[in-house]
């Protein structure tokens, strides 16, 4: 549920509307009007009149006794990742990689102690998590991840993992639970220097068995580290030495010119004379 504000202007019931959108995920695409209740910690008479809200708005629709979001929710999302000209600019050079590697990529950019993705390019390979545009995971779990956690300075990066992840996936297990991220501050701290001095992330098997990334920063025009962008392979096909030897070099490349891109569009006049 959101951490509520504090300000006079924050806007609870706004709050609120927001909590029943977060409850459905992939493993919740349809709840109850009392599993949204207390997913969402409401009252049942405060999640009733929110959902219906929602389903006049076109956000929600009733389905066999239960309720489920509709293509709409896709508009707050997109809305964000068109505002910031990611997708645009990323698509051609992540379709362009694909098809040189054969394998997945993906942009995500920090959430919290989550990664959120908000650009990706699959290639049909069976492997153990599903992900799509807006898919969330554990940052410490993933190469994207590391690398974004890794550009935060100190104080900033104590904040943020200290946000619990919003991302519902199962307690760690295999190489994740091995590392144990939670309880190691200095086993986190000695793995995010090593991705500022290499340049590149690594995780292999730690968000989930069989899945081996490798990741790289995506940066604005002054150098900022503002996304990431990863290759993902299965383990049982592709080694780390192949990974890092042939794939990675060109995840850089591609990084690199999305980041010059991507510099060159946020600075273009906002607005244009006819």
């Known amino acids: 549920m959101t951490r509520r504000g504090t300000g006079p202007d924050f806007v609870e019931a706004l709050a609120r509307g927001l909590d029943v959108l977060a409850c459905f995920d992939e493993n919740r695409p349809q709840m109850s009007l009392s599993e949204v209740a207390a997913a969402a910690g409401l009252a049942r008479p405060t999640a009733r009149r929110l959902l219906l809200t929602l389903e006049e708005l076109g956000y929600v629709r009733a389905d066999a006794g239960g309720f489920r979001l509709t293509p709409r929710v896709l508009r707050l999302g997109m809305a964000y990742v068109?505002?910031?000209g990611l997708w645009?600019?990323?698509?051609?050079?992540?379709e362009d990689l694909v098809r040189q590697t054969g394998e997945s990529s993906s942009m995500s950019q920090l959430d919290g102690s989550d990664i959120v993705y908000v650009a990706r390019v699959s290639v049909p390979k069976i492997i153990a998590l599903r992900v799509q545009v807006g898919t969330r995971f554990p940052?410490?779990?993933t190469s994207q991840g590391k690398?974004?956690?890794?550009?935060?300075?100190?104080?900033?990066?104590?904040?943020?993992?200290?946000?619990p992840s919003r991302a519902g996936l199962p307690p760690a297990s295999g190489r994740a639970a091995e590392r144990d991220w939670?309880?190691?501050?200095?086993?986190?701290?000695?793995?995010?220097r090593a991705v500022r001095a290499r340049g590149w992330a690594l995780a292999d098997e730690e968000l989930a068995p069989g899945v081996r990334s490798v990741a790289v920063p995506v940066r604005d025009g002054d150098g900022r580290v503002r996304a990431a962008m990863n290759v993902t392979v299965h383990a049982a096909e592709t080694s780390l030495e192949r990974l890092t030897g042939e794939h990675l070099p060109k995840l850089l490349h591609t990084a690199g010119e999305v980041s010059a891109e991507w510099a060159l569009w946020r600075s273009r006049p906002q607005a244009e004379l006819a």
Request: cysteine-free.
């Open 82 to 84: 068109g505002s910031q």
């Open 88 to 94: 645009e600019i990323a698509r051609p050079h992540l």
């Open 139 to 141: 940052a410490l779990r």
């Open 147 to 163: 690398v974004l956690l890794a550009a935060l300075g100190p104080d900033e990066l104590a904040a943020t993992l200290a946000e």
């Open 182 to 192: 939670g309880h190691d501050r200095a086993g986190i701290e000695a793995e995010l």
